[in-house]
């Protein structure tokens, strides 16, 4: 008899477990959000499903998914997570510090928060400071902290597959090669146009404000060169911190040079319409300093002489015309102030 309660009592529990879901439920706020109040959550080409939030950012629904990684967008913002049928998926961010703030909770909430912590450490150990300061001591010390902090991930989120933590030491260790290899193409660079060496020099490239200009017109200043083009992401957004320093080294001893490279990407190939969306952004952005544009894009003598092959490029000549760093800080690194008060600017 006792053994027969035993197997009724089993038999209504597994029976008040049911059968597995063959959905998943994914729910969560994003604080802040944007007016669209949709979130799209997919998988390349294979999955795509829209959820439609609540006024206060709140969002509840269920997705029919085939086991994997996924990825989600609300309004500019991208994520990725973890989603498989019978589980119960959230997470809460503010849209604001989008992926900084974000936390996921629920089943898989150890996965993915150790994909996402994995790739937030690099902001930390890598900063602009410290790859704008040239000092390959400091870069090695951060890589060993770097690795450091992600072995203690691993060690703090126990609950991660084998073949994710491979995914993200194959991911780490690109990370690591990455900025090794930036360092040292960064360093060739130095070598290849020591502090002191003459400069390569441009003649009568175009002004923005009319006329033409070559670098002897500045003969007696410090010239920072800015090399850009309007289809350069990374260029575009260093333009507000330029204005800035440009604002506050105003009248000193020290003309700002942006030297467009446009020649024809981005706007298929096409010379003359890059010509107008070069005039056309000057303009749009009040765009400050002296803005000239180069003669043959990358393939300009000026430009190939500094063996530019990325862009932005930024070039520091001193009143001599000799060059002080041939890849000089960007404007949005403190390290280029610190520069220029050494330089007595």
Not at 66 to 88: P, R, V, W
Not at 99 to 128: A, R
Not at 256 to 278: L, M, P, Q, T
Request: charged share 25%.
């Amino acid at each position: 008899m006792k053994r027969l309660l035993l197997l009724c009592v089993a038999t209504s529990l597994l029976a008040c477990k049911g059968e597995p879901k063959d959905y998943v439920t994914l729910s969560g706020k994003i604080t802040n959000p944007d007016e669209s109040k949709i979130l799209k959550v997919f998988q390349g080409r294979n999955y795509e499903k829209t959820i439609t939030m609540n006024d206060d950012g709140t969002f509840n629904d269920t997705l029919k998914v085939a086991a994997g990684d996924f990825y989600f967008q609300h309004g500019k913002e991208y994520g990725q997570i973890y989603l498989e049928n019978d589980n119960t998926s959230s997470f809460e961010t503010d849209y604001n510090s989008f992926v900084d703030s974000m936390v996921f909770s629920g089943d898989d909430s150890d996965l993915n928060n150790f994909k996402l912590q994995s790739l937030l450490i690099s902001k930390n150990h890598f900063t602009e400071e410290l790859v704008g300061s040239n000092d390959l001591d400091k870069v090695n010390d951060a890589i060993e902290n770097y690795k450091s902090s992600y072995e203690d991930l691993k060690t703090k989120y126990t609950d991660v597959d084998s073949t994710h933590i491979a995914m993200m030491d194959k991911n780490i260790n690109g990370t690591v090669a990455q900025i090794n290899n930036f360092m040292k193409a960064k360093k060739a660079t130095l070598n290849a146009f020591p502090e002191g060496s003459p400069s390569p020099s441009f003649e009568n490239y175009e002004n923005y404000a009319g006329g033409t200009m070559s670098l002897s017109d500045l003969n007696g200043k410090y010239v920072y060169i800015d090399l850009w083009a309007t289809w350069c992401g990374p260029c575009i957004k260093e333009i507000p911190s330029l204005k800035k320093v440009e604002k506050q080294f105003e009248g000193r001893n020290i003309e700002f040079v942006s030297i467009s490279v446009d020649e024809g990407r981005g706007y298929k190939n096409d010379k003359a319409a890059a010509y107008e969306g070069w005039k056309k952004m000057v303009a749009d952005k009040d765009l400050g300093g002296i803005q000239l544009i180069a003669d043959d894009g990358f393939r300009s003598k000026f430009v190939q002489d500094y063996k530019v092959n990325g862009i932005p490029r930024f070039i520091l000549i001193d009143p001599n015309g000799n060059i002080v760093s041939a890849d000089a800080p960007r404007p949005s690194s403190s390290e280029l102030i610190k520069l220029f008060n050494e330089l007595n600017i």
